[in-house]
Every structure is written in structure tokens, then in C-alpha cells.
């Protein structure tokens, strides 16, 4: 996924866990390659307020490019952004960026992102745990009626812990052809040893 010329977008209902997978994300990306330029922004954040206008944020991005090194770009709620397909093409267009995003499925469905992306993307969809992804995960502490009250109160909104499908897309033709991925506890890495299966080449 990292370095494809694919924009990578990470989608799921609301507190499945998009942001924190793209911030453990990004901090491993900077550990492994500390000299590449990352510019990340929560739109979100009403500091980036101005940058709800695509022209904003096309000129945000396209000033903070670097020359000579990886530049690597995270989007948290693109979504936010009216137009943000135009913003975010043209960056594409240019080439010079490896381009990740966060939305809410309520905005952004599958189905719609090959008419947004006129090039490649590729489609990252988050999901909470699951009630026996949930008890594998923490391991169980009592009576499977203990067990369901723990989830029923936590499960729903466990945003670093998340199980992950990867699709791969192709705009033009719509078709998936990337490989499919079962990932869990996104927590303190990327794709910790116990959890997590890498996909096949």
C-alpha cells in the first residue's frame, strides 16, 4: 500500500477507528522514514477551518511539497472539504505525493469513489471489533454474560482496535482487484505481530 501511486482511502462507520489507524500510521511511516516530508491535516480541527474550501486546501498542499524527499499526505474527513475531489485530483495529477484519506461511509461509498478519483484508489473500510474478535483481543475475565456487558459497554467504540478489509479498485472499471485483509488492534503499531496477517503478493 505505501508508495503506490493509489489514492488510499480509509472509510468506516463513525468511531470504528479511521483516524487512529492513519495517525499509527503515519508515526510509523515517520519512524521508518524520518527524512520524508509529511504534511497531516484533521479537518476536523478549527484550525484548518480556511481549508474547507478546495482552492484552500489544493494551495496548503501544493505550498508544502518538498523537493528532493517522499512526500506523504493525510486527510482526516476529506469529506468536510466541498469539492475536495478537485483538490485532491489535481494533486494527484501533479504526481509528487503519496495521498491518504479518512471519510464516514455516509459521504463517501464505495460506489461513488471511482467517480470522485479519476485515477487509481484503493479503498481501506474499517470495522469495530466483534464480539469474538473482542473477547480474543482482551482475552476473557469472566461469564460470557460478564463478557457481553464488557462489550456491549466499550465494544462500539474501540477507535485503535479495528478489523480492516483492503480493497483494491481501479476507477475505470470499478472492479476490486487487491487483496483481502483481516487485521486486528491497531494499537500501539501499525500491524502488531500477534494480530495481524500481511496480505499475499
Not at 485530483?89 to 484519506?101: K, T, V
Amino acid at each position: 500500500m505505501e508508495r503506490t501511486v493509489d489514492i488510499k482511502v480509509i472509510t468506516g462507520v463513525r468511531r470504528s477507528g479511521k483516524s487512529e489507524l492513519m495517525k499509527a500510521f503515519s508515526a510509523e511511516l515517520k519512524k521508518w522514514d524520518p527524512l520524508s516530508n509529511s504534511l497531516y491535516i484533521d479537518l476536523l480541527d478549527l484550525d484548518n477551518e480556511e481549508l474547507l474550501e478546495y482552492h484552500a486546501l489544493h494551495d496548503r498542499i501544493a505550498k508544502s511539497h518538498k523537493d528532493g524527499v517522499l512526500n506523504r499526505l493525510f486527510i482526516e474527513e476529506v469529506q468536510r472539504c466541498e469539492g475536495f475531489e478537485r483538490a485532491i485530483n489535481s494533486i494527484h495529477a501533479r504526481g509528487g505525493w503519496d495521498i491518504y484519506l479518512t471519510g464516514s461511509n455516509a459521504f463517501l461509498l464505495s460506489s461513488d469513489l471511482a467517480t470522485l478519483f479519476t485515477g487509481r484508489h484503493r479503498e481501506i473500510h474499517v470495522l469495530p471489533f466483534s464480539f469474538s474478535e473482542f473477547c480474543a483481543y482482551f482475552g476473557e475475565q469472566g461469564t460470557i454474560d460478564e463478557e457481553l456487558d464488557r462489550y456491549i459497554e466499550r465494544g462500539a467504540s474501540l477507535d485503535p482496535m479495528s478489523i480492516v478489509t483492503w480493497q483494491s479498485h481501479t476507477a475505470t472499471s470499478g472492479t476490486s482487484t487487491g487483496p483481502s485483509l483481516r487485521e486486528t488492534s491497531f494499537r500501539s503499531s501499525v500491524c502488531p505481530t500477534r494480530s495481524c496477517r500481511s496480505p499475499s503478493t
